[in-house]
């Protein structure tokens, strides 16, 4: 259903891969072992335990799960940008660099020339008091491109994301533009300084179905066409499957299954990606009712020992209430349950 | 000193219907506001018990001159010391806390009472009724509440009453905007709808049950709005215009010590200048604290 | 200038034709609600000499029925005529003409205060939470519950008496004379409207601060001081702005108090002393020109707002 990204494809640039200075191969995003506790008082609460996840060079990767998984938090820490006080253990590392243990000047170079992000809600992204010209530019002029110049790749932007009289909508303020228009022009501004990577943080939630397909649309071109890799968070694995390479599935804090796509459709691992699966309405004709999942997500901090999810699993036996699962990996694929190997999903 | 609008309690409000508890859980709930706005209270009981026993309490007469003893440093016989015309300073406290309360309270009282008619009426009518009250509000907005009370003392004179009056008309239109601005609100719950099915008369509504939602936010306004009228008619009493010396007032008092000053003695002025202040910061920290609340139970 | 806004000036400049009209209806009619005879309340009680209820009741049209006595005194308002001053003897125009430049330095001054220090105490507070925020909240907690009749006694007190830095009183002559004797009054009358400035100014900031589009400026490699200057500061602007301009009003009358601490003679202390002696014509000038200054003050606050924020349109609202 989002297909429609075939015609950039042709001009797409192949994917490189990176060399550090050694000249081995670095991944482009290398998040291992990440941790991280919100002081609650007295006990830290955890929100992400041991998350380990890597994207290369011009692919694409989906990080999916309910809300309240983590999946914004990891992905907002790949930026350095971690929640008021809290505390990260594990790696992050852009290119080979860690940002956990970056200083300042790090972080900025990280932002400004490496890794940008495209935001769940436009609205609330773009400050609504300046002009739309302002956001655009500002990435650039914080590297110190000159203003005149900064204005013309802006404008060369608005262009390439389809924004009818580009010229006239820099002068243009948030408020006269619609949610999806909006969302364009925030890709275009996290495109404006050539990232190698884009963190989309469930970039088409706030926009209506048909604008949804359209934005996506664009930064798969988009992507493709620049050759970045993408991390794209959200919670719709329909989605996802459209445009990611791998997936990594999500809950509660941790790292539950990731494969690359076409297996995790065919042959789901997880109880929990299985779940999500069997509760997605399909189109197909002779497809089953979707089947909702019962309860309802839990964050990590609330979760019991053992596997978090064992609560609303219909597979969970008495060990999986008391063993919390590690994630075992297997050629391309990586499952944490206990009963993985039993075949119970088939 | 502000003659200024009170400062306006957070506006946008939904208050939850409130449950009824019983007096030792809410003791208990005001002290989990937090330590300060414990001692506030505390404060303002102190306050009214030492205005409400200033005949017991207090020393001496607030009135009896002793000119031998004209501005007496502190000491066992004048705690405070001794004014210019060795008046005690510690009595003339004491009952200057009487007149220092009962001006606000009045003015408080009374404008609480209209503000909330007039918001409600405003809100639950809506329409003409809305726009002449909502447009009459305004225009009292435009008088600064120290304006009116100098102009009513220009027409009718010194003394407590006029300054009392003009501050009554001039708060409430702060009340009656907060109140109609939540009534709105409140009004669009299912609850107050569900009232109206089952065929309550709006007055029944509006008494039993919306006035009583709204009443927590209206009287976090209204203790700051005390602290206000404190710091306002005791202005008034300073510049002459209020409470008439001799009477013990603790505005007049400030005013009467500006002499001993320029001797260099600070005492019978400031002793009622940190009265007046410990009662306007503790009006107002209860005021906040309250304000806070409701916007807690909100979330 | 297109028609929305210009209908939007039009209405609004109406309304304050109209509330000043209601005010001055007010303002005249309280020469009739004072007890007593007007001639003998507008005289202050003091033997009315033939001549001088002649020349009053010309002044007043007092011959005339109340309605055309409203008009006709209206009429030479509206010429620049309030009547003389019953205890200067001179033409109230002229005696706040006189004595407006002092207040209005005073004004300035105080406000350059409040801006100053309001700003930095708000924008200190909302951006060091924890110690140094809990110490400027009791600060500003504290400030606004001085009065300004108590801080001009205690930094008389400190300043004048004991460290003699300023002069007790008088408001001096010439630019830097004036700004050592108003310095004390400045700050008295600052004190309150400083605290006030300062809460808007944090709790303004503090909402911006955890708006998404300041962490997408952070994401983005916007250095902390820029994110800071152009969102958070730059989008709380609206509050910081309004409360400064309902301030102003607020300010002329509290100069009142502050004027008479300090014996500074401008037209806060003219107000006073005209209520003291009952000179009735100046405190009709006076209370008009407190309303007029307060309608104006919001006048440009509301013409303010679509500047600072382009959501708010002009004319949208009618109020």
Partial sequence: MFDKTTAGDTEARPATSGTDTAGRDVPLLDIAGLTLRLPDHAAARPILDGVD??????????????????????????????????????????????????????????????????????????????????????????????????????????????????????????????????????????????????????????????????????????????????????????LAAAICDRIYVMYAGRIVESQPVADLFARPRHPYTAALLASTPRLEADAAAPQPIPGRPVSLAEAPPGCAFAARCAFAIERCRSEAPALVSDGPAAVACLRADEGILQ | MSASAPASVKDASTPTPPLRRGAPARIRKLAAQGPLFTAAVLVLVLLVLLAVCAPLLAPYEPDAIDLKNSLAGTGPDHWLGTDQSGRDILSRMLYGARTGLLGPLAVVGVSTVLGIAMGVVAAWRGGWVDSLLSRSMDLLFAFPAMLLAILCVAVFGAGLTAPVIAMMIAYTPYVGRLVRSIARQEQTRPYIESYRVQGWSGWSICTRHLIPNITPTVLAQSAINFGYALMELAGLSYLGFGVQAPTADWGVMVSEGQNPLLKDVMLPALAPATAIVIAVVAFGIVGEGLADRVSKRER | MNRPLLRFLLGRLVGLVLVLLATSFVVFSAVHLAPGDPVSFLMRGRPVTPQARAALTAQYHLDEPFARQYLLWLGDVLGGDFGRSVQFRQDVGELISQKLPTTVFLVVYAMVLVTVVGLILGIVSALRPGLVDKLVLAWTGTSIAIPSYIAATVLTSVFAVKLGWFPLYGAGEGFTDQLWHLTLPAIALALTFAGLLARVTRSAMLDELSREHVEVARSRGVPESQVIRKHVLRNALGPIVTVVGTMVASMLVATSIVETAFSVKGVGSLLINSVTVKDFPVVQALTLLVVAAFLIANLIVDLLQPLIDPRVALGGDPK
């Fill in chain 1, 53 to 238: 996840l890597r994207v290369d060079r011009g692919e694409t990767v989906g990080l999916v799960g309910e809300s309240g998984s983590g999946k914004s938090v990891a992905c907002r820490t790949v930026l350095g940008l971690l929640p008021k006080g809290a505390r990260a253990e594990g790696t992050v590392r852009v290119e080979g660099t860690d940002v956990l243990a970056m200083g300042a000047a790090g972080l900025r170079d990280v932002r400004r020339n490496k890794v940008a992000m495209v935001f769940q809600d436009p609205r609330a992204s773009v400050n609504p008091m300046r002009r739309v010209g302002d956001f655009l530019t500002e990435g650039l002029r914080v590297r110190g491109v000159p203003k005149e110049q900064a204005l013309a790749r802006a404008q060369e932007l608005l262009t390439e994301v389809g924004i009818r009289d580009p010229h006239g909508a820099l002068r243009r303020f948030p408020h006269q533009f619609s949610g999806g228009m909006l969302q364009r022009v925030v890709i275009a501004a996290a495109l404006s300084g050539d990232p190698a990577l884009l963190l989309a943080d469930e970039p088409t939630t706030a926009l209506d179905v048909t604008t949804q397909a359209e934005v996506v649309g664009i930064l798969r071109r988009l992507q493709h066409r620049h050759g970045t890799g993408m991390l794209f968070v959200t919670h719709d694995l329909e």
